[in-house]
């Protein structure tokens, strides 16, 4: 028993070293859809533009608690989260696929702030979210704004979908794979 438990620990070991070293990084972004007490969402401000908060799971850490922790940053509490949407992004440039889920939770007390390592964070109507993230210095890719969209127009709908990310002059374009559909 002692030698399979020492086998599995280098084989994982093993592969967690690879992983780092060929930058094959299939990671997990998980986003956060925040709601005030008059429906508003909670965008952030980072160098890509505006979107909802993020967390990049690559630590030993629960769903909630990262999630909760990922609230807290911004000084408020939330209830307990919900999942939203479920997606798949493939590229033609990266041998991986990334997972995207999508969380969303109302505020239940705090007072909003801005975290240091982003450049503002703000309430907004569900339209006018949508506006800020389709800015014309918007780097980020515009996928995030359209699964964003699709979960604050039918929120009462877990979705899912597939997204094939391309990369052409340092900018990433999709194209899509699977249509949203209801997971539920």
């Known amino acids: 028993m002692k030698k399979l438990i020492l086998l599995s620990f280098i084989i994982l070991f093993g592969l967690k070293s690879f992983a780092q070293e060929t930058g094959n990084d299939s990671y997990t972004i998980q986003r956060l859809l925040i709601y005030n007490q008059k429906g508003e969402v909670l965008l952030e401000k980072n160098d890509f533009g505006w979107m909802t ?4 799971h690559n630590s030993q850490t629960t769903i909630k608690d990262g999630l909760m922790n990922l609230a807290s940053e911004y000084g408020v509490k939330i209830n307990s989260p919900k999942i ?3 997606f798949m992004f493939m590229s033609d440039y990266k ?3 990334q997972f995207r889920q999508h969380f969303s939770c109302n505020i239940v007390d705090g007072e ?4 240091e390592n982003k450049k503002d964070a703000q309430w907004f109507s569900i339209s006018k979210a949508i506006e800020m993230m389709s800015l014309l210095d918007t780097k980020a890719p515009l996928v995030i704004r ?8 039918y929120p009462e709908i877990i979705w899912g979908g597939t997204f094939l990310l391309s990369k052409k002059d340092g900018k990433i374009t999709y194209k899509t794979s699977e249509e949203f559909y209801p997971l539920k």
């Open 146 to 153: 359209d699964m964003t969209k699709q979960l604050l127009y």
């Open 95 to 97: 041998p991986i696929s």
């Open 112 to 115: 909003l702030k801005v975290p």
């Open 84 to 86: 939203a949407g479920i």
């Open 53 to 56: 908060p993020a967390l990049r």
